[in-house]
Every structure is written in structure tokens, then in C-alpha cells.
């Protein structure tokens, strides 16, 4: 896992869950997309780009180009609700570290928007940045190009008459472009060659796509088929994932409480306590041998700490002190010296810096279910 030593705070490995089930049922999504629309901006971006290439470095052009973009995705009325999904809005002078070109790469390649290289591998941003600089292709009396011409991406929608223009730009897909993605979604696939369950919700409309809660939802499970159990499978590891990273947290608390004599407030014991009440009968459905079968293998580390907190949720006596060092170890094979739960000088000094105030209060993993009932949303032609 990338965060393994530092950066997102998944100090037990529970992240390993979210992004498993999450690429399972949604392939091609991530947490920080928003509009589907930017799947269609990206590319179009690069063809425009190519179309006349830019004298300069061409990264300040694609820099440049974002940013017109937000620009234009940001007139009209200055509290549109779809301003929420403009990236780089709140950003300094509209220019993010993640910018679309970046977030939504992967997805192009998923969803059959770019195109593999020598048939294998999709073409890299680099790449196609560096084909970009080369410069425009020169061709001979026949339209035949007299140099190699980098053609990275399949067939798209039109690209609208007015893209280089400085005119406002929505994210409501027209119906050719809903058409379009309705067909590359419709072809994603599970690992075992089943359709995935994005293809599934790309065929059947739900009512209301955005105020659909979880992706379990009975409304989801109704029309997902064959999906409907793995659903529920996801549930029960949403719920223990919350419970265990509740746990972790009212340990930290305890410890720097118990063995440090610090004062430390009680908010995340008092929070597991409500978490527990509400997921503990979902948790204990989670089967670990069907996740795994379904999901791929877990760190050991994280096998043993789903296990133990499983049967530390059917015990009678719940003392935290019981999952301390199961929970110990997985944070230290994570995070290393940047671990809190050890009895070590370096977790102490860790331990003396933690706010329970600013650390977040567990809750189920979501499988990025708001990003794609919003693109879902998109795809259907619903506000």
C-alpha cells in the first residue's frame, strides 16, 4: 500500500477493504472524482492542445488550460449547487495539485477512453505530453503523416464548437455523451469476467441516484443481480472497518490516558460505544475467507487484527486492553516509527502530540459511493 509508512491515516490497513471493494464494484473511480463530464474535459483538453501546440513548455499549457476551464465551469450563478464539483475552485489562482488531467487519468483507461499502446499498456500523461511537444504533425499531399502521430485516445464524443472559447461550460452531458459512456460502462467487468456492478447501474436508472444513502441500499441491491450478495459482504466489512477503526482510536486515548497520565478526553471511547450499538451485528457477518476470495489476499497483520476484533465483538468481556496488541502491531508494521500504540519513547512523544478533537470519528467505509451515484447521477441526465 502506498500510505504504509506515512501520508493517509489508515494506521491498521483498513483502507485495504475500501479500495478492494471499491475498484471490485466501480472500476475506474476514485474518491476524488467528482462529474463525469471531466471524463470527456481531459481528453478533449489534449486533442485541443494538440490541435495547435502551444511554443512553450507544454506542462505550463495544460496548467493553463485547467485553469480556463475552472474559469469557465465557474460563471453563471455564483451558488449553483454544481459549482460543488469543480476541481480547483478553492484552490490558489484555480490551479490544483490534483488537477482533473491527473485524477482522472486511470479512468480513461478503464472506461476504454484511451487507448493501449503497442496493444498493451495505456498511454502514460508524459507520453502524450511529449507527443504534444513535438509539436504538429506534418503530413504529405495525401494527409499521410510523414513522422510517427501518437494517437492516444479512442473515439470520442465530439468536442464542443466552442471549447477554446471563454463561455460558460456545464457538466450536463448531452445525449450523444451519455450514450457514450452508457456504452464503455456497460462493458466493465469483474476479475472472475462477470459485469461489474457500474455496468450493472449503468443499464438500470434508479429514481434518484444522488440521495441513495450507501451503495447497499435496497434500491441498489434490487436491480444488482448477481451483485446483490457481494453487497452485502461489503456491508459487514463497511461496519467492522468502522468498528476496528474506532478501536484504534479509544486506544490511543486509553493508552495516552492510562499509561502516560496524561488528561485525555473520552470522545472516541464514547463514539466506539455508539458505533458498536449500531454496526456490531452487521461486523459480525463479515466473512474474511469470501473477501479475500473476492477482494485478493490481506496484510497478516490485518487478517489478525479482523479476526480478533470478531471475536472480541462476541465476547462478553469487551476490554479494549484485549486488542492492544494486536492492533499494536499492525500499526507499527504500517507506520513504523511514526506508530502511537507502543510503549516506546517515540509513540509517547506521538502520543503527546495527539488531539482527539482534530483525529476523525470512525465511520462505515463508503466504497466511494457519493463520487458514482454522483457520476451515475451525470449518466442518467438527473440534477
Known sequence: MTDKSQGVRDEIGFLQLHQGYADLLFPGTSVLQTRLRYALFVPWMYKSLRARPPKGNI??????AERRLVLRL??????APEKRGVIGRD????????????????????????????????????EVLHGISRGKVVRDD??????????????????????????EIGFDLSLPERKFFRER??????ANG?????????????PDFVNVPTCWSEEVRATADQHSDVLLRAQAA????????????????????????????????????????????????????????????????????????????????QDLG????????????????????PDLGFARTRRSEWDSEDYPLAKPLHYRWDRVSRMLADLHGQP
Request: contains cysteine; aromatic residues 6%.
Open 59 to 64: 506542462a505550463h499549457a495544460v496548467r493553463d
Open 74 to 79: 465557474l460563471k453563471g450563478p455564483e451558488h
Open 91 to 126: 484552490s490558489p489562482n484555480h490551479v490544483s495539485n490534483q488537477p482533473p488531467s491527473v485524477i482522472y487519468w486511470g479512468a480513461l483507461g478503464v472506461w476504454g477512453l484511451l487507448r493501449r499502446k503497442d496493444g498493451v499498456r495505456h498511454y502514460s500523461r508524459a
Open 142 to 167: 495525401d494527409g499521410t503523416p510523414l513522422a510517427e502521430l501518437i494517437e492516444p485516445f479512442n473515439e470520442l464524443p465530439p468536442i464542443p464548437e466552442d471549447w477554446d472559447a471563454d463561455s
Open 185 to 190: 460502462w456497460k462493458g466493465l467487468r469483474c
Open 194 to 206: 462477470a459485469p461489474s456492478l457500474l455496468a450493472r447501474l449503468a443499464s438500470h436508472r434508479l
Open 238 to 317: 463497511a461496519a467492522l472497518a468502522c468498528i476496528g477503526r474506532g478501536v484504534y482510536a479509544a486506544l490511543v486515548e486509553q493508552t495516552r490516558e492510562r499509561r502516560d497520565r496524561r488528561s485525555t478526553p473520552t470522545r472516541h471511547r464514547d463514539h466506539l460505544e455508539k458505533m458498536i450499538a449500531e454496526y456490531r451485528a452487521t461486523a459480525l457477518r463479515f466473512d474474511l475467507s469470501a473477501a479475500e476470495a473476492e477482494i485478493g489476499p490481506f496484510d497478516k497483520t490485518l487478517r489478525d487484527v479482523l479476526d480478533c476484533t470478531r471475536m472480541w465483538l462476541r465476547a462478553e468481556d
Open 322 to 341: 484485549h486488542l492492544h496488541t494486536v492492533y499494536e502491531l499492525a500499526e507499527v508494521d504500517r507506520k513504523k516509527l511514526r506508530a502511537r500504540l
